[in-house]
């Protein structure tokens, strides 16, 4: 897993393409300092050798990520689309919502679910209910995931996710656009989804 380091002097606007990965140390960076996300969507995940590539949230415009609340390894941030982030965010006051901490919890109550089919279709509507947007007769989400990363994030394998995967393309719930970026989802597989009332 490659990564470059967010320099330790703050700065206004980062800019990072698809696909790249920039580590933010807490060590470097000074007490309540934070991250605000600009535009775009991020995965936040941990380099550690012992759990390396762990999501731990995703991110998108307004969320902000507060350095004091790393492990002392750090996280990584990876754009999911074009993405530009402020190093220089100050902590809003009175704001206890803390994204990271929401997307572990909702992660974890994905992972304890029955079975593998379940988790698929959970963390599919988490992730169009959060990042996402309906556009006619879809839903969109504006990014892919491999499906190695999928199984991460419903604790399978690679396997078990394009098996998953290809049923759902088979019973036209879920649709791959050739040339775009995005996922395409039927609005009945988020709406029946397990835990998508919350």
Avoid: K
């Avoid at 791959?176 to 919350?198: K, Q």
Wanted: glycine content about 8%.
């Amino acid at each position: 897993m490659s990564f470059r380091f967010l320099p330790d002097d703050p700065i206004p606007a980062v800019r990072m393409p698809t696909g790249q990965s920039i580590l933010i140390d807490p060590a470097a960076r000074s007490g309540g300092a934070c991250i605000e996300v600009v535009e775009g969507i991020a995965r936040v995940y941990c380099p550690c050798e012992e759990t390396e590539g762990m999501t731990l949230a995703f991110l998108q415009e307004g969320d902000q990520l507060r350095t004091d609340r790393l492990c002392s390894e750090g996280v990584c941030v990876e754009a999911l689309t074009p993405l530009c982030f402020r190093s220089d965010a100050e902590i809003r006051d009175g704001h206890d919502f803390d994204a990271v901490n929401e997307w572990t919890l909702q992660l974890l109550r994905i992972r304890h679910l029955g079975n593998a089919e379940q988790r698929l279709q959970a963390l599919l509507a988490l992730l169009v209910n959060r990042l996402g947007r309906r556009c006619g007769d879809w839903c969109d989400l504006p990014f892919r995931l491999t499906h190695e990363r999928i199984g991460e994030l419903i604790g399978s394998t690679r396997v078990t996710s394009t098996r998953l995967i290809s049923r759902l393309r088979t019973a036209d719930l879920l649709n791959v656009p050739s040339g775009e970026p995005i996922l395409r989802l039927a609005p009945a597989l988020i709406e029946s989804a397990p835990l998508a009332a919350s």
